[in-house]
């Protein structure tokens, strides 16, 4: 069982900058794809940024050079560094996690199968 918990949303106006955090429960970076995702009110959920277990990484492409996805596997945490904020980028954010084999490249969600709760991102002046 994994369990991972997001933090580090909070609200901030269009052209700023946050990072998201999420905690692990286990060291699965050599195991798991591991990725962010998003929903906007009324919309399906969508992965934002993916990392397969050989470090190889997807991007949406509405957040292509304005996001980075990283890793610090010796303390569990990822992170998304998420730069010149829009107002579209408002969403609650989830990190999610699936053991290989796995899809890693412009998946759904239903390809992923350990969630974390959510962080909220709100982007408005």
């Known amino acids: 069982q994994v369990h991972l918990a997001e933090s580090g949303g909070g609200s901030v106006q269009p052209g700023g900058s946050l990072r998201l955090s999420c905690a692990v429960s286990?060291?699965?970076?050599?195991?798991?794809?591991t990725a962010w995702f998003r929903r906007a009110p009324g919309k399906e959920r969508e992965a934002v940024a993916t990392m397969s277990p050989f470090n190889s990484s997807y991007y949406a492409d509405s957040v292509k050079g304005r996001f980075t996805f990283s890793q610090d596997n010796a303390k569990n945490t990822w992170f998304l560094q998420m730069d010149s904020l829009k107002p579209e980028d408002t969403a609650m954010y989830y990190c999610a996690a699936d053991s290989l084999p796995c899809r890693w490249y412009d998946p759904r969600d239903a390809d992923f199968h350990y969630w974390g709760q959510g962080t909220q991102v709100t982007v408005s002046s």
């Open positions: 286990k060291d699965i970076h050599s195991t798991h794809c």
